[in-house]
């Protein structure tokens, strides 16, 4: 049975403005369509019937745009070879490193990060038999799983992954136990070097090897802003002239 409340738009004048205020509300004196039941009360099956659809749209759709890009990639700047890739990464990569600079504009509507994790992903792919768990996975969880290098790895946990309805962070976590830790046993890094290390991460982008700023983002900034950040690039400058003097 439908709730006999009715939904109602009421829009009403800001005095301090000329925007229209507008407000939902209950009118017993109008006519106006009723509201769903679900609206007014939780449906949980049609919840999980909607998360249900949501996840085969998504996967149908994103996953096969991933899985797409990533192919292409591949095929266009690495001739379909997964050891041409590891020979050289995206930021090694002349040509693909111009194409990573074009991203989050009009003309390359994607992020960096996401064409990164597609051609990784599209590299281990080449690479896994016919029929393979992991090509059943949705994206983020490959994107997990390729850390691991051993083919038959990936596949038990991927199908560990799927049988137990693993969460990306719980797949993370079972990643991390599954990589060996190389630097188990080094020395610790010293301060001066980490301090130097994080300074160049942040002003690194990984996918490209050069500044993570681009020109378009200053827009975003005022002009009081533009001129702090004007003030701070020059401390950031002398402060590195004043490291590489006392490096030698």
């Known amino acids: 049975m439908h709730d006999r409340r009715l939904a109602t738009v009421l829009i009403e004048e800001d005095e301090d403005s000329d925007l229209e205020v507008v407000t939902i509300g209950d009118d017993q004196s109008q006519e106006r369509p009723f509201l769903p039941d679900c609206a007014l009360k939780e449906d949980k099956r049609l919840v999980d019937e909607a998360a249900a659809r949501l996840k085969a749209l998504a996967f149908n759709t994103m996953a096969k745009g991933i899985a797409d890009m990533g192919a292409y990639l591949l095929d266009t700047f690495y001739e379909g070879d997964p050891e041409l890739y590891r020979s050289a990464a995206p930021r090694k990569h002349a040509s693909l490193r111009l194409l990573l600079e074009r991203c989050e504009s009009v003309d390359v509507p994607v992020s960096r990060s996401l064409l990164a994790k597609a051609l990784l992903i599209a590299a281990r792919m080449r690479e896994m038999p016919r029929n393979s768990i992991f090509s ?3 994206p983020s969880h490959q994107a997990e ?26 797949l993370r976590a079972a990643v991390r136990k599954a990589v060996p830790k190389s630097n188990r046993g080094r020395k610790p890094t010293p301060a001066v070097l980490r301090v130097v290390q994080m300074c160049v991460r942040e002003l690194r982008d990984d996918d490209t090897g050069r500044l993570a700023i681009r020109k378009d983002q200053l827009t975003e900034l005022n002009e009081e802003q533009l001129a702090q950040a004007r003030e701070l690039a020059g401390i950031l400058v002398r402060r590195a002239e004043e490291l590489a003097k006392l490096l030698g």
């Open 136 to 138: 059943t996975l949705p």
């Open 145 to 170: 799983l390729v850390r691991i290098r051993s083919i038959d790895k990936i596949e038990k946990l991927a199908e560990r992954a799927r049988s137990d309805g693993m969460s990306v962070i719980r």
